[in-house]
Protein backbone atom coordinates (compact mmCIF):
# COMPACT_ATOMS: atom_id res chain seq x y z
CA UNK A 1 0.00 0.00 0.00
CA UNK A 2 1.31 3.35 -1.10
CA UNK A 3 0.42 5.72 1.37
CA UNK A 4 0.81 9.86 -0.10
CA UNK A 5 0.79 12.40 2.73
CA UNK A 6 -0.23 15.88 1.57
CA UNK A 7 2.31 18.43 2.68
CA UNK A 8 1.58 20.89 6.13
CA UNK A 9 0.50 24.07 4.78
CA UNK A 10 2.40 26.93 5.19
CA UNK A 11 1.45 29.76 7.30
CA UNK A 12 0.95 32.18 4.40
CA UNK A 13 -1.51 29.26 2.62
CA UNK A 14 -3.58 28.97 5.68
CA UNK A 15 -3.68 33.18 5.82
CA UNK A 16 -4.78 32.93 2.41
CA UNK A 17 -7.80 30.32 2.72
CA UNK A 18 -8.84 31.77 6.24
CA UNK A 19 -8.74 35.46 4.24
CA UNK A 20 -11.31 34.16 1.90
CA UNK A 21 -13.90 32.73 4.25
CA UNK A 22 -14.08 36.09 5.71
CA UNK A 23 -13.91 37.83 2.74
CA UNK A 24 -16.12 36.07 0.70
CA UNK A 25 -19.33 37.78 1.03
CA UNK A 26 -17.75 41.42 0.83
CA UNK A 27 -16.67 40.53 -2.49
CA UNK A 28 -18.24 41.89 -5.34
CA UNK A 29 -19.71 39.43 -8.00
CA UNK A 30 -22.84 37.19 -9.53
CA UNK A 31 -23.36 34.09 -9.21
CA UNK A 32 -20.14 33.03 -12.00
CA UNK A 33 -17.74 35.49 -10.63
CA UNK A 34 -18.35 33.38 -6.98
CA UNK A 35 -17.95 30.00 -9.17
CA UNK A 36 -14.80 31.34 -10.46
CA UNK A 37 -13.62 33.00 -6.83
CA UNK A 38 -14.03 29.32 -5.51
CA UNK A 39 -12.48 26.99 -8.20
CA UNK A 40 -9.28 29.95 -7.53
CA UNK A 41 -8.80 29.29 -3.99
CA UNK A 42 -9.50 25.31 -4.87
CA UNK A 43 -6.16 25.96 -6.24
CA UNK A 44 -4.67 27.81 -3.52
CA UNK A 45 -5.67 25.24 -1.66
CA UNK A 46 -3.57 22.78 -3.34
CA UNK A 47 -0.82 24.69 -2.45
CA UNK A 48 1.39 27.57 -3.57
CA UNK A 49 3.76 26.90 -6.35
CA UNK A 50 7.13 25.29 -5.19
CA UNK A 51 10.60 25.29 -7.44
CA UNK A 52 9.31 21.83 -8.61
CA UNK A 53 7.07 23.50 -11.26
CA UNK A 54 9.23 24.05 -14.24
CA UNK A 55 7.85 28.00 -14.23
CA UNK A 56 8.28 28.41 -10.91
CA UNK A 57 12.07 26.79 -10.57
CA UNK A 58 13.90 29.87 -9.65
CA UNK A 59 10.91 31.68 -7.73
CA UNK A 60 10.07 28.79 -5.26
CA UNK A 61 7.03 31.02 -3.72
CA UNK A 62 5.63 28.51 -0.93
CA UNK A 63 8.85 29.16 0.84
CA UNK A 64 9.66 32.97 -0.08
CA UNK A 65 6.13 34.34 0.65
CA UNK A 66 6.38 33.90 4.38
CA UNK A 67 3.53 35.46 5.70
CA UNK A 68 0.88 37.25 4.74
CA UNK A 69 -0.68 40.72 5.99
CA UNK A 70 -4.45 41.09 7.28
CA UNK A 71 -6.61 43.22 5.27
CA UNK A 72 -6.48 46.98 6.24
CA UNK A 73 -9.95 48.64 4.81
CA UNK A 74 -8.24 51.78 7.15
CA UNK A 75 -5.38 51.87 5.10
CA UNK A 76 -5.57 54.82 3.07
CA UNK A 77 -3.49 56.94 0.48
CA UNK A 78 -3.98 59.66 -2.73
CA UNK A 79 -3.04 59.58 -5.98
CA UNK A 80 0.03 60.41 -6.77
CA UNK A 81 1.38 63.30 -9.65
CA UNK A 82 1.57 60.95 -13.48
CA UNK A 83 5.03 60.34 -14.28
CA UNK A 84 4.26 61.65 -18.08
CA UNK A 85 2.64 65.14 -17.14
CA UNK A 86 -0.71 65.80 -18.92
CA UNK A 87 -1.54 62.25 -18.40
CA UNK A 88 -5.35 60.72 -17.83
CA UNK A 89 -5.04 59.31 -13.80
CA UNK A 90 -7.74 56.28 -13.03
CA UNK A 91 -5.77 55.66 -9.98
CA UNK A 92 -6.76 52.55 -7.54
CA UNK A 93 -6.31 53.39 -4.38
CA UNK A 94 -5.43 50.52 -1.78
CA UNK A 95 -7.99 48.52 -3.93
CA UNK A 96 -10.86 50.95 -4.13
CA UNK A 97 -11.32 52.51 -7.77
CA UNK A 98 -12.46 56.29 -7.83
CA UNK A 99 -16.11 57.50 -8.53
CA UNK A 100 -15.22 59.81 -10.25
CA UNK A 101 -12.16 59.72 -13.15
CA UNK A 102 -12.02 61.97 -15.95
CA UNK A 103 -13.46 62.15 -19.00
CA UNK A 104 -11.36 60.95 -22.07
CA UNK A 105 -13.13 61.30 -25.65
CA UNK A 106 -13.19 57.80 -27.47
CA UNK A 107 -12.53 56.16 -24.12
CA UNK A 108 -15.02 54.46 -22.24
CA UNK A 109 -13.68 53.94 -18.42
CA UNK A 110 -16.03 51.09 -16.28
CA UNK A 111 -15.17 50.89 -12.35
CA UNK A 112 -13.85 47.19 -12.14
CA UNK A 113 -16.49 46.17 -9.00
CA UNK A 114 -19.66 46.84 -11.34
CA UNK A 115 -18.55 44.76 -13.88
CA UNK A 116 -17.55 41.60 -11.16
CA UNK A 117 -21.13 42.79 -9.58
CA UNK A 118 -22.78 42.00 -12.79
CA UNK A 119 -20.88 39.04 -13.92
CA UNK A 120 -19.94 40.58 -17.75
CA UNK A 121 -16.31 40.22 -16.36
CA UNK A 122 -16.35 36.48 -15.20
CA UNK A 123 -14.96 35.08 -18.54
CA UNK A 124 -11.96 37.35 -18.07
CA UNK A 125 -11.34 35.63 -14.63
CA UNK A 126 -9.82 32.28 -15.98
CA UNK A 127 -6.42 31.22 -15.63
CA UNK A 128 -4.13 31.01 -18.36
CA UNK A 129 -2.94 27.39 -17.34
CA UNK A 130 -2.79 24.79 -14.33
CA UNK A 131 0.44 27.00 -12.69
CA UNK A 132 -0.88 30.36 -13.20
CA UNK A 133 -0.76 30.87 -9.13
CA UNK A 134 -1.14 34.94 -9.54
CA UNK A 135 -4.20 34.43 -11.67
CA UNK A 136 -5.84 32.00 -9.13
CA UNK A 137 -4.74 34.59 -6.07
CA UNK A 138 -5.82 37.39 -8.25
CA UNK A 139 -9.61 36.14 -9.20
CA UNK A 140 -9.99 35.14 -5.46
CA UNK A 141 -9.55 38.33 -4.45
CA UNK A 142 -10.25 40.99 -6.59
CA UNK A 143 -12.32 43.60 -5.61
CA UNK A 144 -11.82 46.64 -7.87
CA UNK A 145 -9.95 48.37 -10.85
CA UNK A 146 -11.05 49.94 -13.88
CA UNK A 147 -11.98 48.50 -17.46
CA UNK A 148 -10.98 50.51 -19.95
CA UNK A 149 -12.30 50.54 -24.23
CA UNK A 150 -10.90 52.57 -26.61
CA UNK A 151 -12.97 53.34 -29.61
CA UNK A 152 -11.94 52.56 -33.39
CA UNK A 153 -9.74 54.97 -34.50
CA UNK A 154 -9.22 56.51 -31.42
CA UNK A 155 -5.74 58.09 -31.63
CA UNK A 156 -5.06 59.18 -28.10
CA UNK A 157 -2.65 62.63 -27.60
CA UNK A 158 -1.41 62.05 -23.69
CA UNK A 159 -1.36 58.58 -22.04
CA UNK A 160 -3.93 56.90 -19.88
CA UNK A 161 -1.92 56.65 -15.95
CA UNK A 162 -3.43 53.03 -14.58
CA UNK A 163 -2.21 53.91 -10.16
CA UNK A 164 -2.36 50.99 -8.19
CA UNK A 165 -1.23 52.65 -4.87
CA UNK A 166 -1.23 50.36 -1.34
CA UNK A 167 -0.71 51.69 1.85
CA UNK A 168 -0.51 47.89 3.42
CA UNK A 169 -2.50 44.98 3.87
CA UNK A 170 -3.54 43.04 0.99
CA UNK A 171 -4.55 44.89 -2.39
CA UNK A 172 -5.86 42.94 -5.50
CA UNK A 173 -6.57 44.81 -8.87
CA UNK A 174 -7.24 44.10 -12.59
CA UNK A 175 -7.10 46.39 -15.61
CA UNK A 176 -8.95 44.79 -18.61
CA UNK A 177 -8.46 47.19 -21.51
CA UNK A 178 -9.63 46.72 -24.98
CA UNK A 179 -7.86 48.90 -28.04
CA UNK A 180 -10.18 48.69 -31.60
CA UNK A 181 -9.49 48.69 -34.28
CA UNK A 182 -7.05 51.21 -36.24
CA UNK A 183 -6.77 52.85 -32.49
CA UNK A 184 -3.42 53.93 -31.01
CA UNK A 185 -2.70 54.78 -27.21
CA UNK A 186 -0.09 55.70 -24.61
CA UNK A 187 -0.78 53.50 -20.56
CA UNK A 188 1.51 53.89 -18.19
CA UNK A 189 1.00 51.16 -15.46
CA UNK A 190 2.40 52.04 -12.31
CA UNK A 191 2.68 50.03 -9.14
CA UNK A 192 3.25 51.82 -5.93
CA UNK A 193 3.06 51.93 -2.50
CA UNK A 194 4.15 52.60 1.36
CA UNK A 195 3.37 49.99 2.67
CA UNK A 196 3.75 46.17 3.84
CA UNK A 197 1.62 44.81 1.56
CA UNK A 198 0.77 41.63 -0.67
CA UNK A 199 -0.56 42.78 -3.68
CA UNK A 200 -1.54 40.97 -7.44
CA UNK A 201 -2.55 43.03 -10.23
CA UNK A 202 -3.82 41.45 -13.80
CA UNK A 203 -3.71 43.35 -17.06
CA UNK A 204 -5.66 42.47 -20.20
CA UNK A 205 -5.00 43.97 -23.64
CA UNK A 206 -6.61 43.29 -26.42
CA UNK A 207 -6.07 44.73 -29.53
CA UNK A 208 -7.91 45.24 -32.69
CA UNK A 209 -6.59 45.21 -36.28
CA UNK A 210 -4.04 47.58 -36.66
CA UNK A 211 -4.23 48.90 -32.98
CA UNK A 212 -1.10 50.05 -31.99
CA UNK A 213 -0.35 50.25 -27.89
CA UNK A 214 2.88 51.60 -26.19
CA UNK A 215 2.39 50.17 -22.54
CA UNK A 216 4.86 51.14 -20.12
CA UNK A 217 5.08 49.12 -16.80
CA UNK A 218 6.77 50.93 -14.03
CA UNK A 219 7.05 48.83 -10.32
CA UNK A 220 8.49 51.13 -7.32
CA UNK A 221 7.15 49.64 -4.38
CA UNK A 222 8.84 49.73 -0.99
CA UNK A 223 11.33 46.76 -0.21
CA UNK A 224 8.75 45.58 2.57
CA UNK A 225 6.36 44.58 -0.11
CA UNK A 226 5.55 41.23 -2.25
CA UNK A 227 3.93 42.07 -5.84
CA UNK A 228 3.13 39.61 -7.97
CA UNK A 229 1.40 41.16 -11.20
CA UNK A 230 0.86 39.35 -14.48
CA UNK A 231 -0.02 41.70 -17.95
CA UNK A 232 -1.57 39.06 -20.86
CA UNK A 233 -2.53 40.66 -24.34
CA UNK A 234 -4.10 39.27 -27.00
CA UNK A 235 -2.62 40.88 -31.18
CA UNK A 236 -5.02 41.39 -33.45
CA UNK A 237 -4.19 41.43 -37.59
CA UNK A 238 -1.12 43.91 -37.77
CA UNK A 239 -1.41 45.26 -34.74
CA UNK A 240 1.66 46.62 -32.89
CA UNK A 241 2.60 46.44 -29.13
CA UNK A 242 5.44 47.47 -27.31
CA UNK A 243 5.38 46.70 -23.72
CA UNK A 244 8.12 48.66 -21.44
CA UNK A 245 8.97 47.62 -17.52
CA UNK A 246 11.13 48.98 -15.06
CA UNK A 247 11.56 47.10 -11.79
CA UNK A 248 13.20 49.43 -9.11
CA UNK A 249 11.70 47.96 -6.20
CA UNK A 250 9.61 45.03 -3.68
CA UNK A 251 10.91 42.53 -1.61
CA UNK A 252 9.98 39.66 -3.33
CA UNK A 253 8.80 40.67 -6.83
CA UNK A 254 7.01 38.19 -9.75
CA UNK A 255 6.34 40.22 -12.79
CA UNK A 256 4.28 37.65 -15.57
CA UNK A 257 4.26 38.72 -19.65
CA UNK A 258 2.12 36.26 -21.54
CA UNK A 259 1.28 37.33 -24.68
CA UNK A 260 -0.01 35.42 -28.27
CA UNK A 261 -0.47 36.81 -31.55
CA UNK A 262 -4.04 36.12 -32.44
CA UNK A 263 -3.52 37.77 -36.45
CA UNK A 264 -0.82 37.99 -39.49
CA UNK A 265 1.30 40.99 -39.17
CA UNK A 266 1.34 41.37 -35.36
CA UNK A 267 4.58 42.74 -33.96
CA UNK A 268 5.28 42.59 -30.66
CA UNK A 269 8.35 44.33 -28.40
CA UNK A 270 9.39 43.83 -25.32
CA UNK A 271 12.20 46.24 -23.27
CA UNK A 272 12.79 46.04 -19.97
CA UNK A 273 14.99 47.18 -16.69
CA UNK A 274 15.56 45.22 -13.51
CA UNK A 275 17.26 48.04 -11.12
CA UNK A 276 17.24 45.13 -8.22
CA UNK A 277 19.58 46.03 -4.92
CA UNK A 278 19.43 45.24 -1.33
CA UNK A 279 17.82 42.13 0.07
CA UNK A 280 15.58 41.48 -2.83
CA UNK A 281 14.01 38.62 -5.18
CA UNK A 282 12.77 39.98 -8.95
CA UNK A 283 11.27 37.45 -11.31
CA UNK A 284 10.25 38.48 -14.64
CA UNK A 285 8.71 35.26 -16.82
CA UNK A 286 7.47 35.83 -20.27
CA UNK A 287 5.60 33.33 -23.01
CA UNK A 288 4.65 34.44 -26.10
CA UNK A 289 3.17 32.16 -28.56
CA UNK A 290 3.18 33.01 -32.22
CA UNK A 291 0.19 31.31 -32.93
CA UNK A 292 -0.54 32.38 -36.63
CA UNK A 293 1.68 33.19 -39.87
CA UNK A 294 3.88 36.37 -40.42
CA UNK A 295 4.19 37.64 -37.30
CA UNK A 296 7.51 39.15 -35.58
CA UNK A 297 9.20 39.81 -31.81
CA UNK A 298 11.93 40.94 -30.52
CA UNK A 299 12.20 41.10 -26.61
CA UNK A 300 15.59 42.73 -24.62
CA UNK A 301 16.08 42.70 -21.64
CA UNK A 302 18.67 44.70 -19.12
CA UNK A 303 19.26 44.05 -15.64
CA UNK A 304 21.56 46.04 -12.93
CA UNK A 305 22.10 43.78 -10.18
CA UNK A 306 23.82 45.15 -6.83
CA UNK A 307 23.94 44.06 -2.86
CA UNK A 308 22.27 40.63 -2.11
CA UNK A 309 19.46 41.05 -4.77
CA UNK A 310 18.44 37.88 -6.71
CA UNK A 311 16.88 38.44 -10.29
CA UNK A 312 15.11 36.13 -12.75
CA UNK A 313 14.07 36.26 -16.31
CA UNK A 314 12.88 33.16 -18.09
CA UNK A 315 11.80 33.72 -21.49
CA UNK A 316 9.61 30.95 -23.83
CA UNK A 317 8.50 31.73 -27.14
CA UNK A 318 6.20 28.83 -28.51
CA UNK A 319 6.11 29.27 -32.46
CA UNK A 320 3.06 26.91 -33.34
CA UNK A 321 3.07 24.88 -36.80
CA UNK A 322 0.69 26.96 -38.26
CA UNK A 323 3.07 30.03 -37.70
CA UNK A 324 5.48 30.37 -40.75
CA UNK A 325 7.37 33.00 -41.42
CA UNK A 326 7.74 33.79 -37.59
CA UNK A 327 10.84 36.25 -36.64
CA UNK A 328 11.76 36.08 -33.20
CA UNK A 329 14.90 36.88 -31.23
CA UNK A 330 15.14 37.73 -27.75
CA UNK A 331 18.47 38.47 -25.77
CA UNK A 332 19.42 39.48 -21.96
CA UNK A 333 22.34 41.28 -20.79
CA UNK A 334 23.15 41.69 -16.79
CA UNK A 335 25.89 43.58 -15.02
CA UNK A 336 26.64 42.14 -11.87
CA UNK A 337 28.02 45.22 -9.28
CA UNK A 338 28.31 42.81 -6.14
CA UNK A 339 30.20 39.38 -5.57
CA UNK A 340 26.30 38.61 -3.30
CA UNK A 341 24.12 39.77 -6.49
CA UNK A 342 22.67 37.02 -8.47
CA UNK A 343 20.82 36.41 -11.88
CA UNK A 344 19.34 33.48 -13.28
CA UNK A 345 18.31 33.44 -17.25
CA UNK A 346 16.42 30.70 -19.01
CA UNK A 347 15.38 31.69 -22.38
CA UNK A 348 13.42 28.84 -24.42
CA UNK A 349 12.57 28.53 -28.41
CA UNK A 350 9.83 25.76 -28.59
CA UNK A 351 9.33 25.73 -32.48
CA UNK A 352 6.89 23.32 -34.77
CA UNK A 353 7.42 25.30 -37.55
CA UNK A 354 9.89 24.85 -40.36
CA UNK A 355 10.30 28.40 -41.93
CA UNK A 356 11.02 30.66 -39.33
CA UNK A 357 13.70 32.72 -37.65
CA UNK A 358 14.62 32.80 -34.67
CA UNK A 359 17.11 33.29 -32.06
CA UNK A 360 18.09 34.15 -28.33
CA UNK A 361 21.46 34.57 -26.26
CA UNK A 362 22.15 35.41 -22.55
CA UNK A 363 24.73 37.86 -21.04
CA UNK A 364 26.32 38.51 -17.31
CA UNK A 365 29.36 40.63 -17.00
CA UNK A 366 31.17 43.42 -14.64
CA UNK A 367 32.37 46.62 -15.43
CA UNK A 368 34.84 46.95 -18.08
CA UNK A 369 37.93 48.21 -16.08
CA UNK A 370 38.91 49.74 -19.33
CA UNK A 371 36.11 51.20 -19.67
CA UNK A 372 35.84 52.62 -15.98
CA UNK A 373 39.67 54.26 -16.55
CA UNK A 374 39.26 55.57 -20.10
CA UNK A 375 36.51 57.70 -17.53
CA UNK A 376 38.79 58.47 -14.14
CA UNK A 377 41.56 59.01 -16.84
CA UNK A 378 39.46 62.68 -17.87
CA UNK A 379 38.99 63.71 -14.15
CA UNK A 380 35.89 61.98 -13.50
CA UNK A 381 36.04 59.89 -9.63
CA UNK A 382 35.06 56.50 -9.66
CA UNK A 383 31.83 56.48 -8.20
CA UNK A 384 30.91 59.25 -11.19
CA UNK A 385 32.52 57.14 -13.72
CA UNK A 386 30.62 53.82 -12.55
CA UNK A 387 27.42 55.53 -12.94
CA UNK A 388 27.76 56.48 -16.14
CA UNK A 389 28.81 52.73 -17.30
CA UNK A 390 25.74 51.96 -15.76
CA UNK A 391 23.23 54.36 -16.60
CA UNK A 392 24.56 53.79 -20.74
CA UNK A 393 24.34 50.14 -20.38
CA UNK A 394 20.74 50.40 -19.18
CA UNK A 395 19.36 54.19 -21.01
CA UNK A 396 19.94 52.19 -24.44
CA UNK A 397 16.66 50.08 -24.08
CA UNK A 398 14.99 53.33 -23.18
CA UNK A 399 15.83 55.41 -25.82
CA UNK A 400 14.51 53.06 -28.15
CA UNK A 401 11.07 53.90 -27.27
CA UNK A 402 9.42 56.34 -29.75
CA UNK A 403 8.34 59.45 -27.66
CA UNK A 404 10.49 61.82 -26.44
CA UNK A 405 8.25 62.98 -23.41
CA UNK A 406 8.41 59.05 -22.04
CA UNK A 407 11.71 58.74 -22.51
CA UNK A 408 12.70 61.71 -20.44
CA UNK A 409 10.08 60.73 -17.88
CA UNK A 410 11.30 57.08 -17.01
CA UNK A 411 15.12 58.54 -17.59
CA UNK A 412 14.46 60.77 -14.45
CA UNK A 413 13.36 57.40 -12.37
CA UNK A 414 16.29 56.35 -13.79
CA UNK A 415 18.20 59.08 -12.18
CA UNK A 416 15.98 58.68 -8.40
CA UNK A 417 16.94 54.96 -8.37
CA UNK A 418 20.91 55.40 -8.93
CA UNK A 419 20.69 58.13 -6.77
CA UNK A 420 18.55 56.17 -3.81
CA UNK A 421 21.26 53.16 -4.51
CA UNK A 422 24.59 54.89 -5.18
Not at 35 to 58: F, M, N, Q
Not at 165 to 170: C, I, T
Not at 354 to 370: K, L, S, W, Y
Request: charged share 20%; glycine share 10%; with cysteine.
Amino acid sequence: MNIHSTPQRTQAETALIDAFGERLSLLPGDGAVTLKRDDAIEAIKHGLPTRRIESWHYTDLRRLLTSVPAFDSTAATKALPPIVEGSAILAVLNGVSGAKFPAIEGVTVQRLSEKLTDGSIAPGLDPYGSDDAIGALNTAFVADGYFVDIADGVALEKPIELQNLQAGGQVHVRFPVRVGAGAKAAIVERQAGDGAALGSSVSQLVLGEGAEVTWLIVQEQPETATHLAQFKAHLGKNSKLTVFFMNAGGKLVRQEIVVRTTGEGADFKLRGINLLAGDTHTDVTMVLDHAVPHTTSTEVIRNVVTGKARGVFQGRINVHQYAQKTNAKMACNTLLLSDDGEFSTKPELEIFADDVVCGHGATVTEIDHNHLFYLMARGIDEKSARGLLVKAFVAEVIEELDDEVIVEALETRLDDWFVAHG
